[in-house]
Nanobody, 120 residues
């Protein structure tokens, strides 16, 4: 019901834009976040945006480098990733929750993930 795209292989210092689109239902009233999971690690929060795009928050490790946004229609959420570092290598997931700043277990819908690999 959430479909991510835009992952790939990029050199350190490069940029990628991830997309998260709804499939089969609407998420326009949901907050949406991006999480990532590197091999051997747990899934960690990256960035989140409220249902109307008015609020957003970021993990400290990506502040100033990543930007989350959503279309006016609210049906697609983007993660613009600049100045990528090898430590950003992970599978990136988008997820939807009824409220902004939800806890991990409150996310009701998850995508399948898209691989981002940053080479040094």
């Amino acid at each position: 019901q959430l479909v991510e795209s835009g992952g790939g292989l990029v050199q350190a210092g490069g940029s990628l834009r991830l997309s998260c689109a709804a499939s089969g239902r609407t998420f326009t009233t949901y907050a949406v976040s991006w999480f990532r999971q590197a091999p051997g690690n747990g899934r960690e929060f990256v960035a989140g945006i409220s249902w109307n795009g008015g609020d957003s928050n970021y993990a400290e490790s990506v502040k100033g480098r990543f930007t989350i946004s959503r279309t006016d229609a609210g049906d697609t959420v983007y993660l613009q990733m600049n100045s990528l570092e090898p430590d950003d290598t992970a599978v990136y997931y988008c997820a939807a929750a009824p409220f902004f700043n939800s806890g991990y277990h409150e996310y009701e819908y998850w995508g399948q993930g898209t691989q981002v690999t940053v080479s040094s």
